[in-house]
Structures are given as C-alpha cells and as structure tokens.
C-alpha cells in the first residue's frame, strides 16, 4: 500500500525559505521510472505543478519557479525534500506531494497536503 | 509552455451524462490524465492515459482525446461526483507536468 505525508511549517514569513518533507511508504525511489512530485494549490484555485525527482536523481522544475525550488531525496529515509526560497503571501497554498508510477505521467498516489500560509 | 483550458462550471441532474472538456494545442498527441477533487479532500485519479480506469474507479468514468480537446465523460451522474476535476499532461517539448484549470461540477 503506497502512502505519502508531507510535514514542515504550517506559517512563513516573506523572504523566508520554506522546506517541507513528503516520507513515504509502499514503494522505493530505487526502483526504475518511480518519480515523486510536488503539487500546490492556492485556496480556491487550481493545482499548480512544482517539481518532480525520478528515481535516478534527475529533477524537473515548474519553469516559473525554477529559480526558486529545489528538489532532493534521501531514498534510505524514503524521503523527498522540496525547499522554495524567498516566500511570499501569494505562495499560501496546500503543498502536496504524490508517486509517479512508471511508465506512466500520471500521479497515481497523493499525500493529504499540508497548508502553508505566508504571512508577517 | 504548454497551457490547459477547461471550462469553470459544468452541471448536471442526476442519472444525466457530464462532459468535462480539456483543451491544448495538438492535445490528442498527448496522454491525458484526469483527477477528481472533492472539497477538502486530496485529488484522486479517475482516468489515465487518456481512457485507462485505475482500479476502483467506476466505469461511468471514461476519456477520450482527439484534436486539439480531450475530454472526461461521467456516467449516469451521481450525487457523490460533485466535485473539481483537472486534467492534466506532461509536456515533452518541455519536459514538464502541466495541470488544467479545473471544472466544478455540480449535480442539480
């Protein structure tokens, strides 16, 4: 049973850098074509992609907020860690992440998420 | 980069048929996927690869894509489908993942 638990912050303040943790279970980020992704969401709007780690280290990054994001994993912990510098109120949002099965582009599994609010 | 349309709002009356359409540039060359989102909850994968069901999904939810629009039908409508729905794809121009806009959709 794949699970996935995103843990960090639940407040920010502007300009601070925000790191959140997505542990999961039930599957190994070791294993070929096995990809996890970060997904935000505002409230009231849409999911927004963030980044994307594969199994063999190689990242992608939401081309609007590359240059803010990064993306790595600790596969002994089972853990994804993505960290966003230089927060700002418009990125309050839930934060979720969610497994990318091979050899498909879809997210088949998703953690709950976890609300960030960036405020003063 | 690649964008998604989907209309805001679709309703439907119960036991009715809704279609929730998706639309991008030459998305028919695309896998397009769906996701259910109900309030408060995580989004759930409905369809995949643009007409492939994950198990556990209903078969009243089926895909297709063609063109420049792919589209999420509902089945004989039930109250419990009140939900958003986004479509989403990757985008190998650009290597990137691509969500839609999102559609509420309401049963009457």
């Known amino acids: 049973q794949i699970t996935l638990k995103e843990s960090g912050p639940t407040l920010v303040k502007p300009t601070q850098t925000l790191t959140l943790t997505c542990t999961f279970s039930?599957?190994?980020?070791?294993?070929?074509?096995?990809?996890v992704g970060w997904i935000r969401q505002p409230p009231g709007k849409a999911l927004e992609w963030l980044a994307l780690i594969y199994w063999d280290d190689d990242k992608r990054y939401s081309p609007s907020l590359k240059s803010r994001l990064t993306i790595t994993k600790d596969t002994s912990k089972n853990q994804v860690v993505l960290t966003m510098t230089n927060m700002d109120p418009v990125d309050t949002a839930t934060y979720s992440c969610?497994?990318?099965?091979?050899?498909?582009?879809?997210?088949?599994?998703w953690g709950q998420g976890t609300l960030v609010t960036v405020s003063s | 980069s690649y964008v998604l349309t989907q209309p805001p709002s679709v309703s439907v009356a119960p036991g009715q048929t809704a279609r929730i359409t998706c639309g991008g540039n030459?998305?028919?060359?695309?896998?397009v996927h769906w996701y259910q989102q109900k309030a408060g909850q995580a989004p759930v994968l409905v369809v995949y690869?643009?007409?492939d069901r994950p198990s556990g999904i209903p078969e009243r939810f089926s895909g297709s894509n063609s063109g420049n629009t792919a589209t999420l039908t509902i089945s004989r409508v039930e109250a419990g489908d009140e939900a958003d729905y986004y479509c989403q794809v990757w985008d190998s121009s650009s290597d990137h993942y691509v969500f839609g806009s999102g559609t509420k959709v309401t049963v009457l």
């Open positions: 690869d643009d007409s």
């Open positions: 039930g599957f190994s980020l070791n294993t070929t074509g096995v990809g």
């Open positions: 969610a497994h990318l099965p091979p050899p498909y582009n879809s997210f088949d599994y």
């Open positions: 030459n998305i028919g060359r695309k896998s």
